[in-house]
């Protein structure tokens, strides 16, 4: 199974890119939020995390294989969760993709049906099933660190190891949340837990002055 593909982008459609890796050119399925990331990288060299799968009739013997890519591990992650909800299917979370995995994730955990409601292909009743059956394991999602601040040299594992420690200390889901977004906006560099739970509880301070 290929699960990470390198090679220069040659072609952007609506719902797939052409990878041209050595002397072959591969298709590779990507659902909007990844399309959009990828408008300013025409004929660079980019890495992919990939999921692959048949698609088709097996009784029918008429099985494609199929590639889907994603730009992170943690968004490959999350699609394969958001896939295991009963009804929903790789197609349907392809086509329903059309937000960040930070902005679907949170609102699985803040229960908002209304918001996942809107996205394509997902009515109230299949926004109900992804909430009963997603919203304790999203957490670390709704947490993602954007590329930006990937580049400010913040990575998610600081982001989720900070969480967790939160978590540990009493704070509650979305207040944890919300304190590690708000040292994140900052824009500074964390290198680590120590430094990210120093800046939080120094803003901490500086509010309560």
């Known amino acids: 199974m290929i699960t990470k593909i390198t090679g220069r982008l040659v072609a952007l459609m609506d719902d797939a890119l052409t990878l041209q890796v050595g002397p072959c050119e591969h298709e590779v399925l990507i659902p909007e939020f990844t399309r959009r990331q990828l408008q300013a990288e025409m004929n660079q060299e980019i890495n992919l995390y990939t999921i692959e799968y048949l698609e088709g009739n097996p009784m029918q013997g008429r099985m494609t294989p199929r590639m889907i890519g994603f730009l992170t591990e943690v968004e490959r992650e999350f699609f394969e969760l958001f896939c295991s909800v009963d009804g929903v299917g790789v197609k349907k979370a392809l086509r329903a993709m059309v937000r960040p995995v930070k902005e679907v994730a949170t609102a699985i955990e803040e229960q908002d049906t209304k918001g996942l409601s809107t996205l394509p292909g997902i009515g109230p009743a299949m926004s109900e099933r992804i909430v009963a059956k997603l919203r304790r394991k999203v957490p670390k999602f709704a947490l993602m660190v954007a590329r930006a601040e990937v580049e400010?040299?913040?990575?998610?594992?600081?982001?989720?190891?900070?969480?967790?420690?939160?978590?540990?200390?009493?704070?509650?889901?979305?207040?944890?949340?919300?304190?590690?977004?708000?040292?994140?906006?900052?824009?500074?560099?964390?290198?680590?837990?120590?430094?990210?739970?120093?800046?939080?509880?120094?803003?901490?301070?500086?509010?309560?002055?």
């Open 152 to 209: 400010s040299e913040v990575t998610s594992d600081v982001v989720s190891e900070t969480y967790d420690v939160l978590r540990r200390l009493g704070h509650g889901e979305s207040d944890a949340r919300r304190l590690v977004d708000a040292a994140l906006s900052t824009k500074a560099k964390y290198k680590d837990v120590q430094s990210l739970l120093q800046a939080i509880y120094q803003q901490g301070r500086d509010t309560d002055v």
